[in-house]
């Protein structure tokens, strides 16, 4: 099981990645820098939040994993 704080730094370096694409994309659209900018501060204080919960939901979810094997002493 992951951890609070690894979920959190993991939603920070993918929403800074994030950003800098729709921000590049919508300049890349629309040539306006502050557009740009705003658009892209917009879709990162939404989507970070909803990727930090859509984390914590699913380390609660056991498909997929394999369990350790369990030792008895």
Known sequence: MESNRRS??????WRLWA???TT???YF???KGEFAATVGLADTAIKFFVYFVHERAWNRIDFGRKREPEYII
């Open 19 to 21: 950003t800098l694409i």
């Open 24 to 26: 590049s994309l919508v």
């Open 29 to 31: 659209l629309t040539g």
């Open 8 to 13: 959190l730094l993991k939603a920070l370096s």
